[in-house]
Antibody
Framework: QVQLQESGPGLVKPSETLSLTCTVSGGPVSTSRYYWSWIRQPPGKGLEWIGNIYYSGSTNYNPSLKSRITMSLDTSKNQFSLRLSSVTAADTAMYYC?????????????????????WGQGTTVTVSS | IQMTQSPSSLSASVGDRVTITCRASQGISSYLAWYQQKPGKAPNFLIYAASTLQSGVPSRFSGSGSGTDFTLTISSLQPEDFATYYCQQLNSYPITFGQGTRLEIK
C-alpha cells in the first residue's frame, strides 16, 4: 500500500502562490491505478476537493478554483504537486493529498473498489501577512 | 452535484444504533463513498459503492441507498466510532463531499 506525505511552507502571504508537494512511497506515481488528489479543509469546516492528476498528466480541477490551480507530476522524485495562485485568507486550511482509485482506473488494474483509499497526514497552510 | 447530510451533529451512547443520511442533488447511482474523520487526523475510507465495506472496516458499519438517498448505519456504537462522517459522490466531476455529521458521546 502506498503512503503519502505532504510538504510545503506553513505560511504564505496574501496574493502569493501556495506550493505543496506530496511524496509517494510504496508504489510509483506513474501507476495507472490512481488519480493523485488534493483535498483541503478550512479550520472547523468540511472537506473540499481541489483536483487530481493522472499518470498521463491529465488533470481535473474544481471549477471554483480552476483559474488558480496547477498540478504536476515528477516521476523522477515520485512526487506530485499543487500550486494555488493569488491566495487569500479564505485559502487557509489543512491540505491533504490522497490517492483516488476511480471506477475505471481500479477496474483496469483488477481492483473492484473505488474511492480515496490512502491519505497523507495533512499540512496546515495559513495565509497571512 | 451537492451532497447534503443530516443531521449535522448527533449525540449517542455506546451501544446505540445510529443512522446518518446523505442526499445528492441529482442521481448518482451507487457512486457514493463514506469516510470517518477523527480530530486532528486525515479521513479514513470506510465504504464504497454505497454499501461495500472497505477492507478492515468493522461489520457494525453498513451503508445503503442508490440514486439520491443514502444512509450510513452503525449498529452498535463503540467508543472509537465517535468522529465526524462524510459522504462523497464519485459519479462525476467535481467530486463533492457532504458537509459532515459530527457524532458525539451523550
Amino acid at each position: 500500500q502506498v503512503q503519502l506525505q505532504e510538504s510545503g511552507p506553513g505560511l504564505v502571504k496574501p496574493s502569493e502562490t501556495l506550493s505543496l508537494t506530496c511524496t509517494v512511497s510504496g508504489g510509483p506515481v506513474s501507476t495507472s491505478r490512481y488519480y493523485w488528489s488534493w483535498i483541503r479543509q478550512p479550520p472547523g469546516k468540511g472537506l473540499e476537493w481541489i483536483g487530481n492528476i493522472y499518470y498521463s498528466g491529465s488533470t481535473n480541477y474544481n471549477p471554483s478554483l480552476k483559474s488558480r490551480i496547477t498540478m504536476s507530476l515528477d516521476t523522477s522524485k515520485n512526487q506530485f504537486s499543487l500550486r494555488l495562485s493569488s491566495v487569500t485568507a479564505a485559502d487557509t486550511a489543512m491540505y491533504y493529498c490522497a490517492s483516488y482509485c476511480s471506477i475505471a482506473s481500479c477496474q483496469s488494474v483488477g481492483y473492484n473498489y473505488y474511492g480515496m483509499d490512502v491519505w497523507g497526514q495533512g499540512t496546515t497552510v495559513t495565509v497571512s501577512s | 452535484i451537492q451532497m447534503t447530510q443530516s443531521p449535522s451533529s448527533l449525540s449517542a451512547s455506546v451501544g446505540d444504533r445510529v443512522t446518518i443520511t446523505c442526499r445528492a442533488s441529482q442521481g448518482i447511482s451507487s457512486y457514493l463513498a463514506w469516510y470517518q474523520q477523527k480530530p486532528g487526523k486525515a479521513p479514513n475510507f470506510l465504504i464504497y459503492a454505497a454499501s461495500t465495506l472497505q477492507s478492515g472496516v468493522p461489520s457494525r458499519f453498513s451503508g445503503s441507498g442508490s440514486g439520491t438517498d443514502f444512509t450510513l448505519t452503525i449498529s452498535s456504537l463503540q467508543p472509537e466510532d465517535f468522529a465526524t462522517y462524510y459522504c462523497q459522490q464519485l459519479n462525476s466531476y467535481p467530486i463533492t463531499f457532504g458537509q459532515g455529521t459530527r457524532l458525539e458521546i451523550k
